[in-house]
């Protein structure tokens, strides 16, 4: 038998260029939306479909407009998920809450849709997303909203998670990130 040294052919996978080529990533130059644009949301494949694991985005300057008053809302938002075959690309997420800046909805509200557009973009296993709003008036408010995939063991996190919710039970505080 005669020995031969051709390296084995590797397998056709898309190279990390080809697969990143159509994010926002990178570019040169950022556009920031001035409305609310879910439009600017990216997904990618996840690489351990078959693993579970949490992934969590704290966007620390979080901001919205008061439907009523107008006036600014800060929060910090707390994204808590466990992907299936997509993940949000973080840029694109930035850029995403970024657009809430001049959008105008109760808190409750925008929570609720941050909730929903992720949920369209990447058909999580499960998604929780919390926020932190700053008092204002001396009130502040907190709301929670979640999904979880038909899967029974996702439906039983959705419940556990939303029957044991309390304000900062699924957020941190700050003093650990920075």
Not at 36 to 53: I, R, S, T
Not at 93 to 104: A, D, I, T, V, W
Not at 112 to 118: E, G
Request: proline letters at 6%.
């Amino acid at each position: 038998m005669k020995k031969t040294n051709k390296a084995p052919a590797k397998a056709s996978k898309p190279t990390r260029q080809k697969e990143l080529k159509n994010f926002a990533l990178g570019e040169a130059q950022t556009e920031y939306p001035n409305t609310y644009a879910p439009q600017v949301l990216e997904a990618f494949d996840n690489k351990n479909p078959g693993k579970e694991a949490w992934t969590t985005f704290i966007c620390t300057e979080f901001t919205s407009l008061c439907p009523k008053t107008g006036q600014p809302d800060f929060a910090k938002i707390f994204i808590n998920y466990i992907a299936d075959k997509k993940m949000v690309e973080s840029k694109s997420l930035k850029l995403y809450l970024f657009s809430f800046r001049n959008h105008g909805d109760f808190h409750e509200d925008c929570i609720q849709k941050i909730c929903d557009d992720l949920v369209k973009l990447m058909k999580p296993h499960y998604i929780e997303v919390v926020g932190e709003f700053t008092p204002r008036g001396g009130i502040a408010i907190f709301p929670f909203a979640n999904y979880s995939s038909e899967n029974k063991r996702y439906v039983h996190v959705k419940e556990s998670r939303l029957l044991n919710y309390a304000p900062g039970k699924y957020s941190m505080e700050l003093s650990k990130l920075y």
